[in-house]
C-alpha cells in the first residue's frame, strides 16, 4: 500500500509578515531578529545628522534619540583625537571669558589640517624659546613640521627647529611648539601669531611661553629662571595694529593683568623642589636682531626691566586679546658680567638655552602636574 507524501507548504526565506508588523534579519547574530513598527515610526533625519525616531499615529510619547556614529573633531579620517572633557586639568581660564570670535574661521586649514593628524587635542600650550626645545621630549606624539602646516612659516634662527607635538604631561593634554617665527624674520606680527592663533582655535585653554633671554638685573646669573609678572613691548608693533577697531575679538585690550598670578605664586614651591633658582620680574621686548648698547641696557634698567628678549610679548598679547592666561618664563642665558666680558652670539644664547633646558623642562613638567 502506497503512501502519498502529504505536501508541506514551503518555507519562505522572506521576511514574514504578520498583520502591521515584519521581521527583519539584523546585522547581529544569526537567528536574532529586530521587531518594526513600520506603520507608526519613520526616521527623520535633522541637519547636524542626529536621526530621531518619530511616531506617525496621534499618541503623544517623547521623541527618542537614535545613537549615530560620528568622527570626533567632524574633520574626516584621521587618528581619534582624545575628548578634552575628560581629563580635570588645572589650566582653566577661571573667571576670563574666552572669546575666538572669528579666529578659528580664518584659522580653518591649519585647524583641520592638525585635528586630523593629532592624537590629543591640547588644552595647554607651551611655545619653546631659543635652545629650548629638548623640553618637548616631554609629549610622546610624533613631530609634526611647521612646513606641513598650512599657513605656517618654518623659523630660521638657530635653536628653533619648527615643530608642533603633542602629548600627555602630568594629566593634561598638552601641545609643545618647538621654536617660534621672530618679528625680526618676518617683519609681520601676523606671521608671528599665527601659529598660536591656530593653537588656540584647536582648543587650547592655557599658555606658558619660554625664552632664552638676557639678564638685565644684577642679581641674576646665567640659568636663572624669571617668572614673567609684567613687561614692557618696545618692538614698535603689536598683534592687533591694522585691525578694525570693531573686529570680534576687540582689539582694545586690557593687558593689566596678562600673566597668571595663580601660577607665579605656585611656581616659587615648584623650583624649590627641583632645586631651580626662581627669579620674578619684567621682561622687556624689542625688535632685534641687533644685542642691545651698554646705555640702552642701562635705559631699560631705568625703566624698570629686569631681563629682555626679543619674543614672548607678541605672543603674549595674542592670548591675551582673546582672554587666555598666560605663564611666561624667562631662562637668564647671559647676565651683566657677561655681557661686559665677552662678544654675544646667537650661537651662545641657543646654547645657553640647551644646556639649561633640563630645568626648564623639569620646571614646565611640573607646572603641568600641579593642582
Known sequence: MSRTPVSKPPVSRSREITGNRDRRPTAGPVGKTERWDEDK?????????????????DEKSPKKRLPTRSIRGGEGP???????????????????????????????????????????????????GSGLYPVAELAEGEPIEFSKIPGFKQPSAEGHPGRVRVGMVGGTPTLFCEGRLHFYETMSMADVVLPLRVFMSLGVEYLILTTSAGGLNPKYRAGDVML????????????????????DPSPFVDLSAVYDEKMITQSERICRRIRVIRQEGVLAGVRG????????????????ADAVCMSVIPEALAAAGVGIPVTALALIANDTASMKSRVLTHEAVAQAGEKYAADVKKLVQGMLGSK
Open 41 to 57: 515610526y519613520e526616521i527623520k533625519s535633522l541637519p547636524d545628522g542626529t536621526q530621531l525616531k518619530v511616531r506617525l499615529t
Open 228 to 247: 614673567v609678572r609684567d613687561h614692557i613691548n618696545l618692538m614698535g608693533d603689536n598683534p592687533f595694529f591694522g585691525e578694525n577697531p570693531n573686529s
Open 78 to 128: 584621521g587618528p581619534a583625537v582624545v575628548d578634552l572633557d575628560e581629563y580635570n586639568s588645572p589650566f582653566k581660564a577661571g573667571e576670563r571669558t574666552i572669546n575666538l570670535g572669528s579666529l578659528v574661521t580664518k584659522n580653518r586649514r591649519a585647524v583641520t589640517y592638525l585635528k586630523r593628524h593629532l592624537e590629543v587635542r591640547p588644552k595647554v600650550a607651551v611655545i619653546l
Open 289 to 304: 636682531p641687533v644685542y642691545e648698547t651698554p646705555a640702552e641696557r642701562s635705559w631699560l634698567r631705568t625703566m624698570g
